[in-house]
T-cell receptor
């Protein structure tokens, strides 16, 4: 049981390049989330999904797209990277119901855009 | 809108108690959480409290909830160097899909 995994762990992009971050979970969770973490700003929600084939915008969705074609995977795309997207990206998942609605987090992807 | 605020830094000596404070705005929050983030890792749930409780104790951790003032605190007794981490306060957002996180309090434990 690997929990939530993220690929890649580190990436450096030049301005204007594109990339896709992959999140995978093996806990059969319905909900999945993408956050970015910046110093002094905590976690900000980019996009989330409440089930396979569905996505919704979070707090800071501009410049990002997402897809949830399979229940276990949630992809985050950057079409044209900008230096403002330099950040640490975390994926999380949770069940739709439960005792605490706890979110389970991946280890993060550190992205630098030059 | 929903917002969670907490101070950014706290420094304590090993063996002392640490108290991390948080305020939130959504009075209808049903769950309030403390997550811990160790260096280079993702967040992990440390403890949570349901809104109809005012205190929860779990070994060295004590969570206090003051619903009237919308204030949540986390007390760590006998703080150890291994407790050095960032601690995030969070509330279950309206609608239930989202969790609203504070900016995180970085706890430094001096030996």
């Amino acid at each position: 049981n690997a929990g939530v995994t993220q690929t890649p762990k580190f990436r450096v992009l030049k301005t204007g390049q594109s990339m896709t971050l992959l999140c995978a979970q093996d806990m059969n969770h319905e909900y999945m989330y993408w956050y970015r973490q910046d110093p002094g700003m905590g976690l900000r929600l980019i996009h989330y999904s409440v089930g396979e084939g569905t996505t919704a915008k979070g707090e800071v969705p501009d410049g990002y797209n997402v897809s949830r074609l399979k229940k276990q995977n949630f992809l985050l795309g950057l079409e044209s990277a900008a230096p403002s997207q330099t950040s640490v990206y975390f994926c999380a998942s949770r069940t739709a119901s439960g005792v605490s609605y706890e979110q389970y987090f991946g280890p993060g992807t550190r992205l630098t855009v030059t | 809108g929903e917002d969670v605020e907490q101070s950014l830094f706290l420094s304590v000596r090993e063996g002392d108690s640490s108290v991390i404070n948080c305020t939130y705005t959504d009075s209808s929050s049903t769950y309030l959480y403390w997550y811990k983030q160790e260096p280079g890792a993702g967040l992990q749930l440390l403890t949570y409290i349901f809104s109809n409780m005012d205190m929860k104790q779990d070994q060295r951790l004590t969570v206090l909830l003051n619903k009237k003032d919308k204030h949540l605190s986390l007390r760590i007794a006998d703080t150890q160097t291994g407790d050095s981490a960032i601690y995030f306060c969070a509330e279950r957002g309206t609608g239930g899909f989202k969790t609203i996180f504070g900016a995180g309090t970085r706890l430094f434990v001096k030996a």
